[in-house]
């Protein structure tokens, strides 16, 4: 064991702040690595703040993480000392179950051991994230870094990117496909970018008048105002799929009317209950389908990495001071920030 830093809650309504704790030493198959940069994603909001109900106190959010390996455990083939390296969302799954056998660690069926607030699978102390100064995680959870990216923009690649990578290719989205990403934050500026280069014709969705020049910058070809209900009207039935990065209960009736028949419309930003009621018929008289997706598994978080590095994809972010971490959760929840927060960790060392 070694003594970490990072920024935690200790409840539900308390803000962040410095919290020294315990780190285990690397095990056989683990990866000890120091962690440059950090993305803010909103779901550490939902989880420092208990709105999922899940939370365990103390709570270390951070869940975007890029640093450099510091050692290795004796088995660890994978990485070296030295590497440039990233965690995403999952630090560990029970790795023989159908799900972790097809490369989706995040459908475990016992559950996925996620990167903060979940009892380690070895000794079920409580994980804590990437708010902090280190981090120790098995090799199979640990993604390459590629050397074209640039390492504070590519952190928020490793849930932002993913999570709305993953079902744009799960769904087969291609050249020609008419895709909606609703919400432009963290999740929904990069689901531009990945629509935008799997070659389909990209609107954005957006209660914000004001981001329809940004979108575009994004690469969103249309951009729709979802308040004005003739704009909504004007693209019914238009649409092959919908991703849905919405963070709060919202109508998902408007948004299914401009879905064509076949189409499919993609939760990832909502898990509680639909409200108001979805009205069946939406789907039933032309076959739409409503569907959700959890971030990816691991060996798509290296294709997603890749695919960025290839195609020149990055995350749009703001550097942020860890000390200014709970004005900037007020700020994301106002909408304000161009599109991820990513804390340089040396602000924690200062
Ligand atoms: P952000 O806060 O960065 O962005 C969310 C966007 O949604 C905002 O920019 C805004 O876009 C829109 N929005 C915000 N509030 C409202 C509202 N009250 N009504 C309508 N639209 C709203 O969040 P993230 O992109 O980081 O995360 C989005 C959601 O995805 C979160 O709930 C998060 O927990 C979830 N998530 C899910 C994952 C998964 O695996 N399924 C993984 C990671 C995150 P605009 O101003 O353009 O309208
Ligand atoms: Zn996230």
């Not at 056989?28 to 208990?50: F, M, P, T, W």
């Amino acid at each position: 064991m070694y003594t970490a830093i990072g920024y935690a809650a200790q409840s539900a309504t308390t803000p962040l702040a410095p919290m020294s704790f315990q780190r285990r030493s690397p095990r056989a198959d683990d990866v000890a690595i120091e962690i440059l940069y950090c993305g803010v994603c909103h779901s550490d909001i939902h989880q420092a703040r208990n709105e999922w109900g899940i939370a365990v106190y103390p709570l270390m959010p951070g869940h975007e993480i890029v640093g450099k390996v510091t050692a290795v455990g004796a088995n660890v083939s994978k990485h070296k000392v030295g590497d440039l390296v990233g965690v995403g969302c999952m630090v560990d799954s029970c790795r023989h179950c159908e799900a972790c056998a097809a490369d989706l660690e995040q459908y475990c069926l016992q559950g996925p051991t996620m990167t903060y607030a979940t009892p380690d699978r070895v000794d079920g102390s409580n994980t804590m994230g990437g708010y902090s100064d280190s981090i120790v995680v098995s090799e199979h959870f640990v993604v390459r870094i590629p050397e074209k990216l640039d390492l504070a923009s590519a952190a928020p690649i490793l849930c932002a990117g993913i999570t709305t990578y993953s079902p744009l290719k799960h769904y087969g989205v291609k050249a020609g496909d008419k895709v909606g990403i609703l919400g432009m934050g963290g999740l929904g500026h990069m689901g531009i970018k990945f629509a935008k280069a799997l070659g389909a014709e990209v609107t954005l969705f957006t209660r914000s008048a004001s981001k329809a020049e940004e979108a575009r910058r994004q690469g969103a070809d249309h951009v729709i105002v979802s308040t004005d209900a003739a704009q909504m009207q004007s693209v019914a039935g238009h649409f092959n799929f919908l991703l849905d990065t919405i963070p709060v209960p919202h109508d998902l009736n408007p948004y299914l009317d401009t879905l064509r028949f076949d189409g499919v419309h993609i939760l990832v930003g909502l898990i509680e209950p639909v409200d108001p009621a979805l009205h069946a018929a939406k789907l039933v008289m032309s076959r739409r389908v409503l569907a959700g997706s959890l971030i990816g598994g691991i060996a798509e978080t290296q294709e997603v990495l890749d695919f960025c590095a290839e195609h020149g994809i990055t995350c749009d972010i703001e550097m942020l001071d860890i000390r200014q971490i709970n004005q900037a959760y007020e700020r994301m929840i106002k909408g304000d920030v161009k599109y991820r927060f990513v804390i340089d960790m040396a602000t924690l060392k200062a």
